[in-house]
């Protein structure tokens, strides 16, 4: 089954450290995305990559950084700069440039604690 | 700047009567718009969508109405079930941009039996 998988489901993170989330998918997707979930403010766009080794930050990418050597893999790092790191953290990807219509697959999210 | 809002953070109906939530957007070059549906430690998963060239768009007890000239879409769920209950959210896309999508806020419906 092609699918979008993402790992671990929990994390938990000492201050100081960086924290690397995976996102896999198997659907022969172009594009990207790695979006936060804070309660009441919805999905706030962190990174996007439309094609394998070139990314663009999004509106909230102060304190992550990211890669895209394969096209199967976008993997987050979450670094010690960013100052309040805990957060759903969900991954997507998308036929193409996204213009096709269908929307972007999600993976099932991880959770990241800083304790 | 919120380009995609969602302004009732929660709705309450009954089984069997009518869901409808709404969503109101500021940048008249958007062109595509969607809605998802998210259940509590999951991702989000596609429900709907339409272009900005269209006016509705209906899929079973799912019809999406976007009134242009107002800025504002609307998702009517009907009849709702108790399954129906989860976090919507409202997407839009822009012309330009790589087809990444803004999101609003999100709406948690909760219907009850």
């Known amino acids: 089954d092609g699918g979008i998988t993402q790992s671990p489901k929990y994390l938990f993170r000492k201050e100081g450290q960086n924290v690397t989330l995976s996102c896999e998918q198997n659907?022969?997707?172009?594009?990207m995305y790695w979006y936060r979930q804070d309660p009441g403010q919805g999905l706030r766009l962190i990174y996007y990559s439309q094609i394998v080794n070139d990314f663009q930050k999004g509106d909230i990418a102060e304190g992550y950084s990211v890669s895209r050597e394969k096209k199967e893999s976008f993997p987050l790092t979450v670094t010690s700069a960013q100052k309040n790191p805990t957060a759903f953290y969900l991954c997507a990807s998308a036929k193409g440039d996204g213009r096709l219509y269908g929307g972007y697959t999600f993976g099932s999210g991880t959770r990241l604690t800083v304790v | 700047d919120q380009q995609v809002k969602q302004n009732s953070p929660s709705l309450s109906v009954q089984e069997g009567r009518i869901s409808i939530l709404n969503c109101d957007y500021t940048?008249?070059?958007?062109?595509?718009f969607l809605w998802y549906k998210k259940y509590p430690a999951e991702g989000p998963t596609f429900l709907i969508s339409i272009s900005s060239i269209k006016d509705k768009n209906e899929d079973g007890r799912f019809t999406v109405f976007l009134n242009k000239s107002a800025k504002h879409l609307s998702l009517h769920i009907v009849p709702s079930q108790p399954g129906d209950s989860a976090v919507y959210f409202c997407?839009?896309?822009?012309?330009?941009?790589?087809?990444?999508?803004?999101f609003g806020q999100g709406t948690e419906l909760s219907v009850k039996p």
């Open positions: 997407a839009a896309r822009g012309a330009v941009g790589g087809g990444k999508l803004i």
């Open positions: 659907l022969n997707h172009d594009a």
């Open positions: 940048n008249s070059m958007f062109d595509y």
